[in-house]
């Protein structure tokens, strides 16, 4: 296994500072139990006398559900652990759980559907829309592309073998419309778009500001529809998040030109702007363009922090429905911020250049780390091809930095 010699590398063991009661998301009472409420109430309540009701040996922490664990294993450093025994088994949850619930999620631009588990866990169900082979037509505008489904799966992994680890966890899944989807939904407004399509397939459309017609209908084969399960953040009430607008974000216009665009000499004036006139926000979000660049995601707008660690933290990378849509071009304008401000961490420039070797290829990791998922395979093999292209290019980006 490729994927397991490059996770034992030191580049991939590099510690991270002492974690404080004060760098974690949640600090929990390790006597509190989790349990369901025995009237069969869908509500969970803590048990402050744990210690009298667990079997010898048991703490509190494994009554946890997976998705409970993960986001009590949230710190100011990483969102999961680089070896964290749980993934595998939130991973399998979100793949497998059966779902007793399924709502649209209101806003954005196209359809998604939250999913509740038994044990209260949610995920974000992203459908799918087109085909693995499928690539985004030359003259759509970045804006009113498609959100895949297999971009969300392969950007998560993707994220974890640069070492970002700011992606939460995605696993595919074949959900059945009928039993999953129509017959559970409480969303009068979503259960008013079901049809059955002139073959006899199952179809939907929900609402929203693109793509939510009976043209754009997602429909099963008779009801199976394949799509992405992402593990839910905890609640904004819970742990409140701030959204910050990208400096290098597109102007979302046919014919304008952004900023940054135009001048030469922005990131001179966005390094002086808080909140990157100190600590490493801009080097974060320089991470941040290269996965971009390395995906072709062009619709990055905004990124998000937890409000509770201020700008001692690392970037949210979410929404990645965008990328792996055109593998036969590279969008080099996505490199901008590290070709202007020409910065990069040592550490991630060492990983890089780790990954362009024979022994630790970045296409063949993804391609190992992506044959695990339920809906395997994920990307065409163009779309691996092109990764190993687009991080030479990364490291040429660099290389020229140096030499100025």
Same mark, same amino acid.
């Given at each position: 296994?490729?994927?397991?010699?490059?996770?034992?590398?030191?580049?991939?063991?590099?510690?991270?500072?002492?974690?404080?009661?004060?760098?974690?998301? @949640?600090?929990?009472?390790?006597?509190?139990?989790?349990?369901?409420?025995?009237?069969?109430?869908?509500?969970?309540?803590?048990?402050?006398?744990?210690?009298?009701?667990?079997?010898?040996?048991?703490?509190?922490?494994?009554?946890?559900?997976?998705?409970?664990?993960?986001?009590?294993?949230?710190?100011?450093?990483? %969102?999961?652990?680089?070896?964290?025994?749980?993934?595998?088994?939130?991973?399998?949850?979100?793949?497998?759980?059966?779902?007793?619930?399924?709502?649209?999620?209101?806003?954005?631009?196209?359809?998604?559907?939250?999913?509740?588990?038994?044990?209260?866990?949610?995920?974000?169900?992203?459908?799918?829309?087109?085909?693995?082979?499928? =690539?985004?037509?030359?003259?759509?505008?970045?804006?009113?592309? @498609?959100?895949?489904?297999?971009?969300?799966?392969?950007?998560?992994?993707?994220?974890?073998?640069?070492?970002?680890?700011?992606?939460?966890?995605?696993?595919?899944?074949?959900?059945?419309?009928?039993? =999953?989807?129509?017959?559970?939904?409480?969303?009068?407004?979503?259960?008013?778009?079901?049809?059955?399509?002139?073959?006899?397939?199952?179809?939907?459309?929900?609402?929203?500001?693109?793509?939510?017609?009976?043209?754009?209908?997602?429909?099963?084969?008779?009801?199976? %529809?394949?799509?992405?399960?992402?593990?839910?953040?905890?609640?904004?009430?819970?742990?409140?998040?701030?959204?910050?607008?990208?400096?290098?974000?597109?102007?979302?216009?046919?014919?304008?030109?952004?900023?940054?665009?135009?001048?030469?000499?922005?990131?001179?004036?966005?390094?002086?702007?808080?909140?990157?006139?100190?600590?490493?926000? %801009?080097?974060? /979000?320089?991470?941040?363009?290269? /996965?971009?660049?390395?995906?072709?995601?062009?619709?990055?707008?905004?990124?998000?922090?937890?409000?509770?660690?201020?700008?001692?933290?690392?970037?949210?990378?979410?929404?990645?429905?965008?990328? @792996?849509?055109?593998?036969?071009?590279?969008? %080099?304008?996505?490199?901008?911020?590290?070709?202007?401000?020409?910065?990069?961490?040592?550490?991630?420039?060492?990983?890089?250049?780790?990954?362009?070797?024979?022994?630790?290829?970045?296409?063949?990791?993804?391609?190992?780390?992506?044959?695990?998922?339920?809906?395997?395979?994920?990307?065409?093999?163009?779309?691996?091809?092109?990764?190993?292209?687009? /991080?030479?290019?990364?490291?040429?980006?660099?290389?020229?930095?140096?030499?100025?």
């Amino acid at each position: 296994s490729k994927l397991a010699a490059l996770f034992e590398h030191p580049l991939y063991n590099i510690p991270i500072p002492e974690v404080t009661e004060k760098d974690k998301l @949640f600090v929990v009472n390790p006597m509190e139990k989790f349990s369901l409420h025995s009237s069969g109430s869908d509500e969970w309540v803590s048990n402050s006398k744990a210690e009298t009701l667990l079997p010898t040996g048991k703490t509190a922490y494994d009554t946890y559900p997976s998705w409970l664990k993960f986001h009590v294993g949230i710190n100011r450093y990483e %969102l999961y652990p680089r070896r964290d025994p749980l993934l595998p088994t939130l991973l399998r949850d979100l793949a497998t759980q059966s779902i007793v619930s399924s709502v649209q999620k209101s806003g954005g631009t196209q359809l998604k559907l939250i999913m509740t588990f038994p044990n209260y866990g949610q995920a974000l169900f992203k459908p799918m829309k087109q085909t693995r082979d499928q =690539e985004t037509p030359i003259d759509f505008f970045y804006f009113s592309d @498609f959100e895949r489904h297999n971009a969300e799966i392969a950007a998560f992994h993707l994220d974890r073998i640069l070492d970002f680890r700011r992606i939460p966890p995605v696993s595919g899944r074949l959900v059945n419309i009928t039993k =999953e989807i129509r017959d559970i939904t409480t969303d009068k407004k979503l259960a008013k778009t079901f049809f059955i399509s002139p073959v006899g397939n199952i179809c939907f459309y929900g609402e929203c500001s693109y793509y939510c017609s009976t043209e754009h209908a997602l429909c099963g084969k008779p009801d199976q %529809l394949e799509g992405s399960m992402a593990a839910l953040l905890p609640d904004k009430t819970l742990a409140k998040r701030r959204s910050w607008r990208s400096p290098w974000r597109r102007s979302y216009h046919k014919s304008k030109k952004a900023e940054w665009e135009l001048n030469p000499n922005y990131c001179a004036w966005v390094r002086e702007t808080p909140p990157y006139n100190r600590g490493h926000r %801009l080097l974060d /979000l320089i991470d941040m363009t290269i /996965l971009d660049f390395l995906m072709g995601n062009m619709d990055r707008h905004h990124y998000e922090t937890f409000e509770k660690f201020g700008n001692d933290t690392f970037l949210l990378h979410l929404d990645n429905g965008r990328g @792996f849509g055109t593998h036969s071009r590279d969008e %080099l304008s996505i490199l901008a911020p590290l070709e202007q401000c020409c910065s990069i961490k040592k550490s991630t420039y060492l990983r890089l250049q780790l990954l362009a070797t024979e022994p630790y290829r970045l296409s063949d990791l993804l391609r190992e780390a992506l044959a695990a998922d339920p809906l395997a395979p994920i990307l065409a093999e163009p779309h691996l091809q092109a990764l190993d292209r687009r /991080l030479g290019k990364v490291l040429v980006a660099v290389g020229h930095c140096l030499a100025r």
